[in-house]
């Protein structure tokens, strides 16, 4: 996972971003506290990952939210750039929506990344916000707030 993510944020973000955030960016998921951080969210929350034959090309984290109301967060879906472009996010996000509807979560929110912004927007989130920046060992790297209503009548998303 710490090897597609650095691979997705490398070659797929860096046209949006510059060299100093891609970075920062991946530099946090390297140390042994950053690979640490993911055995914790694999344990607390719900990850995916997309395996092609026998190897992992891309991953999910979401979190679920109980508050205000019954949410989740998507906080990661990276691919390894081979596999990008071929429909696969789509597939991802189609499975955590399941997922979502299956434990009654009817609302999404993430953050995404400009390369990302698109193809959320295809995918039917909304920006929900004002361009936010994250902290990254002190280097800001921008992203979108958005969400998405989940519900089986298309007519009341
Ligand atoms: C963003 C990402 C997950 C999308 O996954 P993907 O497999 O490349 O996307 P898909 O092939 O499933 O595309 C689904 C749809 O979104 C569209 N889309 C995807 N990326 C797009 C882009 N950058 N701009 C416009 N449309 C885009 C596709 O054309 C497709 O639409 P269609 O069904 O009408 O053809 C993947 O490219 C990635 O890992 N990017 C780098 C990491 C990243 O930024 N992750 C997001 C963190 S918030």
Redesign the pocket.
């Known amino acids: 996972m710490v090897g597609v993510h650095r691979a997705?944020?490398t070659e797929?973000?860096a046209k949006d971003y510059n060299a100093e955030q891609i970075s920062a960016w991946t530099g946090k998921h390297s140390t042994d506290a950053g690979k640490q951080r993911w055995v914790d969210k694999i344990q607390s929350d719900l990850v995916w990952v997309l395996e092609i034959e026998g190897t992992i090309r891309?991953f999910a984290h979401f979190r679920l939210l109980s508050e205000p109301y019954l949410s989740g967060y998507?906080n990661?879906?990276?691919?390894a750039p081979a596999?990008?472009?071929?429909?696969?996010?789509?597939?991802?996000l189609n499975t955590i929506e399941d997922e979502c509807l299956y434990r009654n979560i009817n609302h999404v929110q993430?953050?995404?990344?400009k390369?990302?912004f698109?193809?959320?927007k295809?995918?039917g989130f909304k920006q929900n916000g004002e361009i936010y920046v994250v902290h990254m060992s002190g280097v800001g790297v921008e992203?979108f707030p958005m969400e998405k209503n989940l519900c089986a009548d298309p007519a009341n998303s």
């Open positions: 997705s944020v797929l973000c891309g998507l990661a879906l990276y691919l596999v990008a472009g071929l429909g696969y996010g789509r597939q991802m993430t953050h995404a990344t390369n990302a698109s193809f959320y295809r995918m992203s």
